[in-house]
């Protein structure tokens, strides 16, 4: 077969490739500046999502305990991503180029995820993966830059993990401002180019009730990224819970369940609180929400529950703010009048 030299099978390769060439500063090409009344009625494009919701254009950090599945996760949305359909079993996603870097992988191991993930259907040729690539600042930007254009139509890219690719830090420099560096080059491709680029890193063992503060390294690295995600074990009848925020996503957390035989993450429906507490909890919890200000009486009577195990359950579900008092019954917090 005769090879296409606009669209060679490596990403970077001394000897192979033509040499890396720099990216044009983007200023050349975006306005930077504006009067208020120019930008107030500029129209600017909506953001482009590579997983509506969830990725958008620009750095996303996904973080999470070793052996969690940020791998599988961040795997499966690059089929899905590369094929089109549907991500996570719900979220409909538009087809493009991905570029995955499984940098702690071999093919054959990457083939085995794979033929999980996919079962019968076939794998998509818009899926380019590679298990090698420089650092960022080494030649690494310049690589990723040259596949992007080769693939104009590009949609995700993938760096699992980042830690793979970050690069020395300067002389001198802090810790955040080496780990806000560390993201300003991947941030530079994915503004210059209008793409996602994923960054799966690690969180800190220490557990913290702001997500924020788990992701391993310094605030640096949430700071200059776009959005962070992280993935983090749950309890109940779901098997983690993506927290994510970010600068164009708005702050939410999805419960989500993984099937070990397909190597599938699944997005499940309603609120993440309904399947990271046990049956008794989480069925008290979906009838206060449809009927707010339900006293324990009546949430026996709806839920066919024990009354005496209603009024424990609410009680202790008060005590973990899962349930507000309110006017002797009980609302769900941020919902019908109720603050925790």
């Given at each position: 077969m005769t090879e296409d030299p606009h669209n060679p099978p490596y990403l970077y390769s001394a000897?192979?490739?033509?040499?890396?060439?720099?990216?044009?500063?983007?200023?050349?090409?975006?306005?930077?500046?504006?009067?208020?009344?120019?930008?107030?009625?500029?129209?600017f494009p909506a953001p482009k999502w590579a997983v509506p919701g969830i990725i958008s254009e620009g750095v996303n950090l996904l973080a999470g305990p070793p052996k969690v599945g940020k791998s599988w996760l961040s795997l499966g949305l690059a089929l899905s991503v590369a094929a089109g359909g549907t991500a996570m079993d719900s979220v409909p996603v538009d087809g493009g180029p991905v570029l995955y870097l499984a940098l702690e992988d071999t093919p054959r191991r990457l083939q085995t995820r794979m033929g999980k993930i996919l079962g019968n259907e076939r794998a998509p040729s818009g899926l380019t993966l590679a298990t090698s690539c420089p650092p960022l600042p080494q030649g690494g930007s310049e690589a990723i830059a040259q596949w992007v254009e080769r693939n104009p139509e590009a949609r995700m890219v993938v760096i699992d993990v980042f830690a793979k690719m970050r690069g020395n830090s300067a002389p001198g420099a802090s810790a955040y401002d080496a780990d806000y560096a560390a993201?300003?080059?991947?941030?530079?491709?994915?503004?210059?180019?209008?793409i996602a680029v994923v960054l799966v890193h690690h969180v800190r063992k220490a557990a913290s009730d702001d997500f924020l503060a788990e992701v391993s390294g310094t605030n640096g690295l949430a700071g200059a990224a776009?959005?962070?995600?992280?993935?983090?074990?749950?309890?109940?009848?779901a098997d983690g819970v993506l927290h994510v925020t970010g600068r164009d996503v708005d702050e939410a957390e999805y419960a989500l369940r993984f099937y070990?035989?397909?190597?599938?993450?699944?997005?499940?429906?309603?609120?993440?609180?309904?399947?990271?507490?046990?049956?008794t909890r989480a069925t008290i919890l979906r009838y206060v929400r449809e009927h707010p200000g339900a006293k324990p009486k009546q949430i026996a009577e709806g839920t066919r529950l024990q009354p005496d195990l209603v009024r424990q359950s609410c009680s202790r579900m008060a005590n973990d703010?899962?349930?507000?008092?309110?006017?002797?019954?009980?609302?769900?917090?941020?919902?019908?009048?109720?603050?925790?």
């Open positions: 000897q192979a490739a033509p040499e890396p060439r720099p990216l044009q500063p983007a200023q050349q090409r975006i306005r930077t500046a504006w009067t208020a009344d120019e930008l107030m009625a500029t129209e993201v300003g080059h991947a941030k530079r491709i994915a503004d210059h180019y209008g776009d959005a962070t995600l992280v993935l983090k074990r749950a309890r109940g009848q070990a035989e397909a190597g599938a993450w699944q997005l499940l429906e309603g609120p993440a609180a309904d399947h990271t507490i046990g049956d703010v899962q349930l507000i008092r309110k006017a002797g019954g009980y609302v769900v917090p941020g919902e019908n009048g109720g603050q925790g």
